[in-house]
Nanobody, 122 residues
């Protein structure tokens, strides 16, 4: 059974770079048809997709966050890393990593980490 676990600092100062890691166990991040995604939920708001890195290493980002976002991976550690630069208090949210599985008929986010709270202090 695949499990995802987010880790990283819970408090980041404004203007700095937020860095989070998603460790995947029970499966390989290079398995075909999987992408390892980052999604966040600000307080009182809905889910916001940040981006993902595919099994091939290709990356895709939300247009609204693309200029500040970088997603990378370490295949030897089976980890995905999110970096979000120049953060502001508006980036305060619960950050989730999730597995995006592609099917012939579409895709779904079928496995999620528990989420980690990140607060940006001004």
């Amino acid at each position: 059974q695949v499990q995802l676990q987010e880790s990283g600092p819970g408090l980041v100062n404004a203007s700095q770079t937020l860095s989070l890691t998603c460790t995947v166990s029970g499966g390989s991040i290079t398995t075909n048809d999987y992408a390892w995604s980052w999604i966040r939920q600000p307080p009182g708001k809905g889910l916001e997709w940040i981006g993902y890195i595919e099994y091939s290493g290709s990356t895709y980002y939300s247009p609204s966050l693309k200029s500040r976002t970088s997603i990378s991976r370490d295949t030897s550690k089976n980890q995905s890393t999110l970096q979000l630069s120049s953060v502001t208090p508006e980036d305060t949210a619960v950050y989730y990593c999730a597995r995006r599985t592609t099917y012939s008929s579409g895709y779904s986010y079928d496995c999620w980490g528990q989420g980690t709270q990140v607060t940006v202090s001004s």
